[in-house]
């Protein structure tokens, strides 16, 4: 529903930022990697993800689309809230929490409080296929600069008769053979390839 708030940051927390816009004041929900990377500014973007609970509208705010996109993943996990998620990102950097389920590294991940081995182990088997392999896949390694694209992608071929599992595996392949398709029908094209 709120994809970004653009404003003057009032309070900086390490735990939530007050972003004003337009003399609405919101609290975000922030992890400590964007709060070191948002903390020198007086105003700026912050991308946000709105949780609707029964009891609560929680705003959570990233300092990157990547890391937005990163904690929908890691929530969309069994038995990982937001506040876990959150715990998550305040505790690894991106880049290195990829990097462990990437290699399978639920030794690592379990260090984290408040994530136990069970709960490790599933953000491996759940994450691993989702994240691109190889060395510096980090950039683009859910698509996140394509999203759009790779969803109307994979809509295409599910309407072809492709699981999702198998799209999203032809994608990603397409995508390291070319990192910035054109247009939505190439980046098809290159993925039919792959089945």
């Known amino acids: ?23 609405v004041g919101y609290q975000v929900n922030i992890s400590l990697n964007t ?29 990157d689309e990547s890391e937005k996109n990163l904690f929908i993943s890691l929530i969309s ?8 998620a959150r715990m998550i990102l ?10 462990a389920i990437r290699t399978e590294n639920d030794v690592l991940i379990q260090r984290i409080k408040g994530v136990g081995p069970k709960t490790a ?3 491996v088997i759940d ?21 759009t694209m790779k969803e109307e992608a994979l809509s295409a071929l599910a309407m ?7 799209g999203e595996k032809a994608i990603g392949s397409a995508m390291k053979l070319n990192p ?4 939505v029908e190439s980046l098809i094209k290159l993925a039919l390839k792959n089945l």
Do not use: W
């Not at 910035?180 to 247009?183: A, K």
């Open 77 to 84: 996990v069994q038995g990982v809230g937001t506040n876990t």
């Open 127 to 147: 994450l691993k296929d989702k994240i691109g392999k190889g060395a510096g896949a980090t950039e683009n390694s859910f698509g996140f600069g394509h999203n």
């Open 1 to 23: 529903m709120i994809a970004y708030l653009n404003g003057e940051f009032k309070v900086k927390n390490p735990a939530y930022f007050i972003v004003e816009c337009n003399g």
């Open 160 to 166: 072809l008769g492709f699981t999702r599992q198998q």
């Open 35 to 63: 709060f070191s990377k948002l903390q020198t500014l007086d105003k700026g973007k912050i991308h946000t993800y709105l949780h609707i609970r029964e009891d609560a509208q929680i705003l959570y705010g990233f300092a």
């Open 180 to 183: 910035t398709p054109t247009n």
């Open 121 to 123: 182990k599933r953000l």
């Open 90 to 99: 305040s505790s690894m950097s991106p880049a290195d929490l990829e990097e």
